[in-house]
């Protein structure tokens, strides 16, 4: 028996993640798969400030256990429609760790000054003073705050990606970055780069 759509919230300001409106006037280039694939795509990267995420071909079809329910598409046809996305150049697509890594096209000469959903500050690493005890002990770069943190010296900071709390986990042998989603849910892995990771205060 199909779950029926119990309907979208009342307000449009409630239980909602930003939707790119750079697609205005691009939706009649896609097939209704093409779409429905992006809009997954989309809602695993966009939807959680990322630009890149590791999508294997079962999670396009079936969805996270708890979380969604994929496309709903058969297999042959998730490939044809990704291949399509790459083709018409919406998305790149290349080997992961443990699935494709699907990244968004970027528009660098974005013309708007608006407030962006990633930021473009990629910038050189900042140096702060870090207080143990009271004590200044000396200033760290980015890439010492990373592997200090990564061996277990927080220093009073925690890192968080565009807002959101990260963590350094160990998963079947493997270490690795993860961002836990504003909005609640299941922890996701980083795939972006450490250099826009964001330290800040730890709160008392």
């Known amino acids: 028996m199909i779950k ?3 309907g979208f919230p009342p307000q449009p300001s409630t239980n909602f993640w930003s939707y790119p409106k750079e697609l205005n006037g691009y ?8 779409q429905k694939v992006l809009d997954y795509i989309l809602r695993h990267t966009w939807g959680f400030n990322k630009v890149a995420d590791e999508i294997s071909l079962t999670q396009l079809e079936d969805g996270i256990e708890g979380f969604d329910k994929g496309t709903g598409l058969s297999r042959p046809t998730i490939i044809k429609a990704s291949n399509g996305l790459i083709k018409k ?3 790149f697509k290349k080997p992961g760790k443990k699935a494709n890594l699907y990244e968004l096209v970027k528009n660098f000469n974005y013309p708007s000054k608006e407030t962006l959903p990633f930021d473009s500050k990629k910038s050189s690493p900042t140096i702060e003073n ?6 200044t002990i000396r ?3 980015l890439k010492e705050k990373v592997e200090a943190y990564k061996q277990g010296k927080r220093w009073g900071e925690e890192p968080y990606f565009r807002g959101e709390k990260m963590r350094w986990l160990e998963r079947k042998g493997q270490w690795r970055w993860e961002v836990i989603p504003k909005e609640g849910g299941r922890w996701l892995e980083f795939v972006g780069s450490e250099s826009e990771i ?3 205060q730890s709160r008392p």
């Open 27 to 34: 939706w009649h280039q896609l097939s209704g798969s093409e």
């Open 198 to 200: 964001d330290w800040r």
């Open 89 to 91: 150049g919406f998305v």
């Open 139 to 141: 200033n760290f770069s």
């Open 130 to 135: 870090f207080t143990i005890e009271n004590k």
């Open 4 to 6: 029926k759509f119990p």
